[in-house]
């Protein structure tokens, strides 16, 4: 028997889904984090993605005004880092001294990437729609680059342990059946 279910909760259905940390330097060169699970491939050639972030938030801000971000890749042991990036507001506070993360120099977008993190994918918007309370960003992955002892072979391996994001403060990693 199926329940209905709130329409305003419809995306849970969708979920567990990868969680990324998004990371962005605006032009002061203050640099923020946040967490995102609304995130997908949109295309291979050439490479995009899209992200949907909230209006109101800092991060859409950034991007707004540097058309970049880097999509970084954490595992389950940033799972209390990845909690407090999308829990803790960049307007108020300094997430990157919070979070204790190491920052590295991108090489096509001012907004570093996360050594702490497994991949890292360097992007600059191409289009940006809003909708409703959110905005979607498509943009082009400039660069990709992934911790060589997790990928092998184009595929994760079991030990890199991706991080979905199930609902609230609930996460899981993937196993292979």
Same mark, same amino acid.
């Given at each position: 028997m199926k329940v209905?279910? %709130?329409? %305003?909760? $419809?995306?849970?259905?969708?979920? !567990?889904? !990868?969680?990324?940390? /998004?990371?962005?330097?605006?032009? %002061?060169?203050?640099? %923020?984090?946040? $967490?995102?699970?609304? /995130?997908? !491939?949109v295309s291979d050639e050439p490479p995009l993605i899209a992200i949907s972030l909230w209006t109101k938030g800092h991060t859409h801000k950034v991007i707004d005004e540097t058309k970049e971000f880097t999509v970084n890749i954490p595992t389950s042991k940033l799972k209390e880092k990845v909690w407090l990036a999308g829990t803790k507001s960049g307007i108020k506070i300094d997430k990157t001294k919070i979070l204790g993360l190491k920052f590295s120099p991108s090489k096509t977008v001012s907004a570093p990437s996360i050594e702490d993190c497994i991949g890292v994918l360097e992007c600059k918007v191409k289009e940006r729609m809003l909708l409703n309370e959110q905005v979607l960003y498509i943009a082009v992955v400039q660069r990709a680059c992934a911790d060589e002892d997790f990928f092998k072979n184009r595929m994760w391996s079991d030990e890199a342990s991706i991080l979905l994001h199930t609902g609230g403060r609930v996460f899981s990693i993937p196993k292979t059946v």
């Amino acid at each position: 028997m199926k329940v209905e279910i %709130n329409l %305003n909760e $419809s995306y849970t259905i969708l979920h !567990p889904r !990868p969680v990324v940390l /998004i990371c962005v330097k605006d032009k %002061n060169g203050k640099i %923020n984090v946040m $967490s995102c699970s609304w /995130i997908t !491939p949109v295309s291979d050639e050439p490479p995009l993605i899209a992200i949907s972030l909230w209006t109101k938030g800092h991060t859409h801000k950034v991007i707004d005004e540097t058309k970049e971000f880097t999509v970084n890749i954490p595992t389950s042991k940033l799972k209390e880092k990845v909690w407090l990036a999308g829990t803790k507001s960049g307007i108020k506070i300094d997430k990157t001294k919070i979070l204790g993360l190491k920052f590295s120099p991108s090489k096509t977008v001012s907004a570093p990437s996360i050594e702490d993190c497994i991949g890292v994918l360097e992007c600059k918007v191409k289009e940006r729609m809003l909708l409703n309370e959110q905005v979607l960003y498509i943009a082009v992955v400039q660069r990709a680059c992934a911790d060589e002892d997790f990928f092998k072979n184009r595929m994760w391996s079991d030990e890199a342990s991706i991080l979905l994001h199930t609902g609230g403060r609930v996460f899981s990693i993937p196993k292979t059946v």
